[in-house]
């Protein structure tokens, strides 16, 4: 089967659906990506699919309805089979460092915005007003990625990489640091000229100075 080449082609797979309400949802990726879910009014959206309003209400009940028929299926069949096949590649290979595993993860992370930025802009943008969406992300993502990393962590602190420290507190500000290094160079800095070789060893070298047993603080 070859490979899909945008978050629509999976949304589309296997749904009886008319060229209009595709053109709809392609229309409302666009547009919530670029405005936000508040700020844009189902009137936009059927302008921009160059269909009549009362069009989108035959298809989808509320704007809500049409956000969540965007990200529901689009998380449950791509975004979280993505991750974790890619984080399979990740988590389950042998680094000789927990350096070399940081490197991994964040450049994996980059492509990954690289190429499906649309969606992750809407994700991030609406996640934190959506409890649909948070638990979705939740069950789907976050505790496959966690379950994960929590081995991985393990293992690093055994070969004594990393600092005696909780493991859910050494997942949180290591994937903080990483989505922020991420969030920052596609959403809040987008246009700055960011040495990105640079700018991912910058963040690398922080999350290390603060989790690397060698620098342990003395009490």
């Not at 649309?118 to 939740?138: A, D, G």
């Not at 994937?175 to 910058?202: C, H, M, T, Y």
Request: hydrophobic share 40%.
């Amino acid at each position: 089967m070859p490979e899909h080449d945008s978050v629509l082609d999976i949304l589309f797979e296997n749904q009886e659906m008319t060229e209009k309400q595709k053109r709809i949802l392609e229309a409302a990726v666009e547009i919530f990506s670029e405005k936000g879910y508040s700020a844009t009014s189902t009137n936009e959206i059927a302008k921009k699919a160059g269909v009549a309003e009362g069009t989108i209400f035959r298809h989808y009940k509320t704007k809500k309805d049409l956000l969540l028929s965007i990200i529901a299926p689009t998380m449950a069949k791509f975004i979280a089979p993505f991750i974790i096949r890619d984080f399979n590649k990740v988590l389950l290979s042998e680094y000789q460092s927990f350096e070399d595993f940081l490197k991994a993860v964040i450049i994996n992370r980059m492509e990954f915005a690289k190429r499906h930025l649309p969606m992750i802009k809407i994700l991030i943008q609406e996640i934190p007003f959506h409890p649909e969406l948070r638990e979705q992300f939740k069950d789907h993502v976050l505790n496959q990625v966690v379950e994960r990393f929590t081995f991985i962590v393990e293992t690093y602190q055994k070969k004594g990489e990393i600092i005696d420290m909780p493991t859910q507190s050494v997942i949180r500000l290591t994937a903080s640091s990483i989505l922020g290094f991420v969030i920052g160079k596609f959403l809040i800095f987008p246009e700055s000229n960011w040495d990105e070789e640079e700018e991912i060893e910058r963040t690398i070298q922080f999350i290390l100075r603060g989790l690397s047993a060698s620098s342990k603080m003395k009490g």
